[in-house]
């Protein structure tokens, strides 16, 4: 049976926006009508997220003169959250939650932090990405309809380093490379055994997805092959490309998504910010089943969903994935704590911060630095329900406690993204914990966590 709504047109759009589908094709639009509607739109979605970013954030690019990634990248340092205007840190600090919520003083980049179009949603890459996964494979991973939006230097650095727990004495087994179908088993074939191969395999082996197919729902411009798990997590690490969680409805309360690094997943107990899911199987299988096309069983069946066999397939990629080790942390002893031989003054004094005053190890407990258990931070106590560029400012619920161990690799923050540097989360923090940090305190805080 069809339904037909002549002159319903918007209605209908209002209607799938709000059971959260992608807000795509209108029956009587083929695919050449909708890459010249969505193109001519997309230029005041990319300034409209632009400005939101300037509005909130120190965009420049100051890196700290000392801190470093794993493979080198500087690490941007700083607060980048812009304060309202008249207001220090330490006077926000001196407030009760209600009084900065009476005078709307919340700071503006800690609000959720929307997709780059998040009316329309979907996975989008950084460019870094797009640009290597196109010289190696031919893989084309660029939406016709929008762009990734953070500046590159706020991400992690790319290709990442890969640290096996199984080989340690290797070091990187990158070799500097990305890791793509193109070049997985020349660079692993002498270190992994052949199940762990054919798991990671499949970690570079593209499947259809939402955006990223051979229909003409798409947001690509030619057919596509898909997405896989290591585009967003490239080399088991992360390069911060995002999308918006498909478990959350309506579209406006869904949170964009700071896509996690899959080091240590091997001593995590929950898996997905807030779904809560137990093994790592569980994920994988979901991701493929369910997220991949925003949960909607329907499209996913049109599109080309690829049910993964659990016994085979996703028992070998979840046992390549449990592999991925955290980065080295040479001042750290075997307890997960600061070596005083070897760690610096303010790296000291922040280790008893973070284990005092700061609260942090109460839910970020060593030696990996997480409780494997959710938080719920109510931060919707400072501020008012709002509307910002097509996301709800509203209670978060509880997330996640991720891992601190070689976090300063991991930037981006929190669970959306919406802090640039760790000097960011520790004033983030201070105000929702309600810490009355010193500033001397803070800067302790940030170089011990620098450390981990």
């Excluded at 300037?54 to 080198?72: H, V």
């Excluded at 939006?149 to 340690?168: K, N, S, V, W």
């Excluded at 069983?297 to 659990?310: S, Y």
Aim: one cysteine or more.
């Amino acid at each position: 049976m069809k339904l037909k709504l002549p002159g319903c047109r918007t209605a209908v759009t209002a209607l799938l926006a709000l059971a959260g589908a992608t807000v795509a094709v209108a029956q009587d639009e083929d695919f050449g009508a909708l890459v010249k509607r969505l193109q001519s739109e997309q230029p005041a979605f990319a300034e409209r997220q632009q400005k939101l970013l300037k509005e909130r954030y120190d965009l420049s690019d100051t890196p700290d003169d000392d801190a470093k990634m794993s493979r080198g990248k500087p690490v941007q340092s700083g607060i980048r959250v812009r304060l309202p205007r008249g207001v220090t840190w330490d006077q926000l600090a001196a407030m009760t939650p209600a009084d900065v919520k009476a005078k709307n003083l919340w700071p503006a980049g800690f609000f959720p932090l929307p997709h780059p179009h998040h009316e329309a949603g979907g996975m989008i890459f950084t460019q870094v990405l797009i640009d290597e996964t196109k010289k190696q494979t031919g893989r084309d991973l660029t939406r016709f309809d929008l762009n990734f939006d953070l500046p590159q230097h706020f991400l992690p650095e790319f290709p990442a380093p890969i640290y096996l727990t199984t080989r340690p004495d290797l070091g990187d087994v990158s070799q500097g490379k990305l890791v793509s179908i193109s070049n997985y088993y020349e660079l692993f074939k002498d270190i992994l055994n052949p199940k762990q191969l054919e798991g990671l395999r499949l970690l570079v082996t593209p499947f259809p997805q939402q955006q990223f197919n051979a229909t003409d729902d798409r947001r690509s411009l030619m057919a596509h092959l898909g997405v896989s798990c290591f585009d967003c997590h490239s080399n088991g690490h992360t390069t911060a490309s995002t999308h918006t969680v498909g478990d959350i409805r309506p579209n406006e309360h869904r949170h964009r998504i700071d896509t996690p690094t899959l080091r240590g997943v091997n001593v995590q107990r929950l898996f997905g910010s807030q779904r809560a899911m137990k093994t790592i199987e569980d994920f994988t299988e979901f991701e493929q089943r369910a997220a991949y096309f925003d949960g909607d069983i329907t499209t996913a069946a049109k599109k080309g969903v690829n049910p993964l066999e659990r016994g085979s397939q996703v028992h070998f990629m979840a046992e390549f994935q449990a592999l991925l080790d955290f980065p080295p942390a040479p001042k750290l002893t075997v307890f997960g704590r600061l070596d005083p031989k070897l760690a610096t003054e303010s790296e000291l004094r922040g280790e008893a911060v973070f284990f005092g005053k700061g609260q942090c190890a109460s839910c970020h407990t060593p030696p990996y630095y997480t409780d494997n258990l959710m938080h719920n931070l109510k931060v919707e106590r400072f501020f008012n329900e709002k509307m910002i560029n097509g996301r709800k400012a509203s209670a978060d619920g509880p997330i996640k406690t991720f891992p601190l161990r070689g976090i300063k690799d991991s930037p981006p923050y929190l669970h959306d993204d919406r802090l640039l540097t760790l000097e960011d989360t520790v004033e983030f923090f201070n105000l929702v914990l309600e810490l009355k940090l010193t500033t001397q305190e803070k800067q302790d805080l940030t170089e011990f966590m620098r450390a981990l």
